[in-house]
């Protein structure tokens, strides 16, 4: 039964829905101070409600009402404001986009051409660092972060030399990380601790069915697979199944040739494989697609078999000869993906350490990767005219140009104003698809490659809990829950890095991260763009309100046995709304095999004049590397 939302006092007086719009600009005012410890838990004064600090607004954050409404109004419509306000400012360089790429651009752009270099950065949110979102809540005098997007740094070992090198400038090296990893306690499996217990969660009778242990090590034939999957709440032809796959007991290609399975499994979707070959029921497909669901933004449905398995599906054992061809292939992805490292607010805290870069009076006294989890920002200093470096806020571009002057014009909406700002560079650090209407000069052919890929949407929520008794009794640290809204359930990183001292027994109140992709639908005959952008609308019409309610029933059902009550253990609950969210990376069942140079994302990346692309769309691929690849790409082209 639906759960009756009685309790809107819990949030305590935090801007809900309307985020930002609620609250002035950066111009004038003083963020509180709040006094932090880096030793046992911190001392924390709850931040003053009027200063202007968005980490810790609840409610709808990430794409929150007021950051998307003029971009769509460009997208949708061909609308934008008839006549601007040209500000007498002008800039060595404007960056639109204040995400990981727009963030390093401006970097490398001032180690390049010296502090002195005036560049302005604007973006559309209410606070930077793109996906990378920090989620900040207090309680009973302390502090508890959570990841509001992007969250994860990959091995250092796979990046660039420019990447590295801004990496290091940051004071993230291969030390830091290796200290980093020894933080993470060895039970926090989002942070990329393999080994520790991870179970699966299923809707029974008398609310969640859990299974503990390690789910992800049974899906491969791990330790006690057999028993895990016994205790599912499935009919027992259906266990039969999964386990044979899990084990490897048969080749459940063996009626084909070597050739005829290399060509099924590139041509073939890896839900499709289940159902024909190991004939598994399709009811029973979320439970093998939940780990890609939330790894990859995309279902079985939209990959090759071949893709599926080397992206974490299990069944590498069931395929014989191309299973063990394959094998060492799966475990470097799987171990790319998993075996990870995090700040205690995702990748928010590698933006921090970025901004405080370019602006040293946001938080003057940080002392970079030491405290940078619980330094206090001082969002009055981003946008100040004796600063080389301003970033302006709630500033949504809607036009960008060269004009006679061989300079650069960027229009822009703030807070309903229509303004106009000049450079002699700029770097588009936004989404792909908006930038053909930024800039309509472009010639067609770029513009049809800077709006082929359509980006992966997702949901991230956090859940302040009083305290973490209920959960501590589950057993694990993070659950599959493949038949729920939320299909991954998580405590936050409890990972004592950058001055942060995360709760640590079951008596401290905690935040629980959950996780929601909306691409969990039957088989579609439409291609996966097209079914990402079905999954955005999704997600731009689901009010606070409804997620509020999943969240609500869903904790309920999975923690009531334990003594938990929603009414009076939710504290508080921040959903980020991304639907804009990982770059779209091409798929064997839909997209062509272009030529070097001649994929739709090369051919969007082209530089146009004084103006250059960065974003992991230019790159095909979401990760934070390669955003740092295009920065470093787009400097290149405009400092050349």
């Not at 969007?604 to 790409?633: C, H, K, V, Y």
């Amino acid at each position: 039964m639906p759960i009756d939302i009685t309790r809107r006092d819990f949030i305590n007086g935090a801007v809900i829905g309307a985020g930002g719009l609620l609250l002035s600009g950066c111009g004038n005012e003083v963020a509180t101070e709040i006094p932090v410890t880096a030793g046992a838990p911190g001392v924390f004064n709850p931040p003053d409600p009027s200063a202007y600090y968005p980490p810790t607004l609840t409610g709808m954050r990430g794409s929150h009402e007021g950051s998307f409404e003029v971009a769509h109004e460009l997208a949708w419509r061909g609308n934008k404001p008839k006549h601007y306000e040209a500000l007498d400012e002008h800039y060595d360089l404007i960056v639109v986009g204040a995400g990981m790429s727009g963030l390093a651009a401006a970097r490398y752009y001032q180690q390049k051409m010296g502090a002195d270099a005036r560049i302005l950065i604007l973006d559309n949110h209410d606070d930077f660092g793109g996906h990378a979102k920090r989620n900040e809540f207090h309680q009973d005098g302390r502090m508890m972060l959570s990841l509001g997007g992007a969250q994860n740094i990959e091995a250092l070992s796979g990046y660039s030399d420019a990447a590295r090198e801004l990496m290091a400038d940051m004071g993230i090296d291969d030390n830091f990380i290796e200290f980093m990893n020894q933080q993470t306690p060895d039970d926090v499996f989002l942070a990329g601790k393999m080994e520790a217990e991870n179970g699966i969660a299923m809707p029974g009778a008398n609310g969640h069915v859990t299974v503990g242990g390690n789910w992800l090590a049974a899906m491969f034939g791990g330790k006690d697979y057999e028993k895990s999957v016994r205790a599912l709440p499935l009919p027992t032809a259906e266990q039969d199944k999964l386990i044979d796959l899990f084990a490897g007991h048969q080749d459940f290609l063996d009626d084909f040739s070597l050739s005829e399975k290399w060509e099924y499994i590139n041509t073939t979707s890896y839900n499709r494989y289940l159902v024909d070959k190991v004939g598994l029921a399709e009811s029973t497909l979320p439970i093998l697609n939940a780990i890609v669901i939330n790894l990859a933004g995309v279902s079985g449905w939209n990959l090759t078999v071949l893709e599926g398995i080397t992206s974490g599906c299990a069944g590498i054992k069931s395929m014989g000869w191309v299973g063990k061809a394959t094998a060492k292939l799966a475990e470097l992805a799987l171990d790319s993906l998993l075996s990870v490292t995090m700040f205690p607010d995702g990748n928010a805290s590698v933006a921090r350490l970025l901004v405080q870069k370019l602006i040293p009076a946001v938080s003057p006294g940080m002392q970079g990767t030491q405290d940078v989890a619980i330094a206090r920002f001082d969002y009055s200093a981003l946008d100040q005219e004796n600063h080389a470096t301003r970033l302006r806020l709630n500033s949504t571009a809607v036009g960008v140009r060269e004009n006679n002057n061989n300079q650069v014009e960027v229009d822009y909406v703030q807070q309903g104003k229509a303004r106009r700002v000049t450079a002699d560079h700029c770097v588009l650090a936004c989404y792909n698809a908006l930038i053909p209407h930024l800039c309509p000069a472009m010639s067609e052919e770029q513009k049809e490659g800077l709006s082929y890929g359509v980006k992966t949407p997702f949901v991230y929520a956090n859940v302040q809990l009083r305290n973490g008794q209920a959960y501590s009794k589950l057993g694990a640290t993070l659950f599959q829950c493949p038949y729920d809204p939320f299909q991954w359930v998580s405590t936050s990183p409890a990972i004592a890095v950058g001055g942060y001292e995360p709760p640590r027994g079951p008596d401290d109140p905690m935040v629980v991260f959950m996780m929601h992709s909306p691409m969990t639908g039957p088989e579609q005959p439409t291609s996966c763009r097209d079914q990402l952008r079905m999954a955005r609308h999704t997600i731009y019409s689901t009010p606070f309100d409804d997620y509020e309610q999943q969240i609500r029933q869903q904790l309920q059902s999975l923690l009531g046995k334990h003594g938990f009550n929603h009414e009076t253990d939710i504290q508080a609950i921040t959903v980020n709304r991304i639907p804009h969210g990982y770059a779209y990376a091409y798929l064997g069942l839909y997209d062509p095999k272009w030529e070097d140079g001649q994929a739709p994302h090369e051919i969007g990346r082209a530089q146009f004049g004084r103006i250059s692309i960065a974003n992991t769309d230019s790159e095909a691929t979401p990760l934070m590397n390669l955003a740092f690849d295009a920065a470093w790409r787009a400097v290149e082209e405009q400092t050349a």
